[in-house]
């Protein structure tokens, strides 16, 4: 039998949106995202979503959430040996 406060729905009752804050808190503390920046309102909107797709289990909430922000933060570092050149530097220009 289902607990009639769990949410398999996607609605978010009050327990639900305390375990959601709980876990989004732990990956914004752990990861050092302040609050307002873009990384704060990107993993909550994570949350939000992974909630809403049906994941209501606090571990796997938190892992999935983790991945999101190792993915993320992977997508956008640059690979080492090709980062991007600083101008100026190694640039075949010619003076005239």
């Known amino acids: 039998m289902q607990n009639p406060f769990q949410s398999s729905t996607g609605i978010a ?5 305390k375990l959601l804050k709980q876990v989004f808190d732990r ?11 873009n990384d704060y309102r990107d993993v ?7 909630f809403a797709s049906g994941i209501f ?3 796997e909430l938190a892992a999935r959430l ?4 190792k993915r ?6 640059p690979i080492k040996g090709h980062e ?12 005239v």
């Open 13 to 17: 009752y009050p327990d639900d949106l």
């Open 27 to 37: 990956v914004c503390r752990e990861n050092h995202f302040a609050a307002g920046s």
């Open 44 to 50: 909550a909107q994570a949350a939000m979503s992974l």
């Open 57 to 59: 289990n606090e571990d």
């Open 66 to 69: 983790e991945e999101f922000v």
């Open 72 to 77: 993320r933060t992977f997508r956008h570092a």
């Open 84 to 95: 991007p050149k600083k101008p100026g530097n190694g640039s075949m220009t010619s003076k």
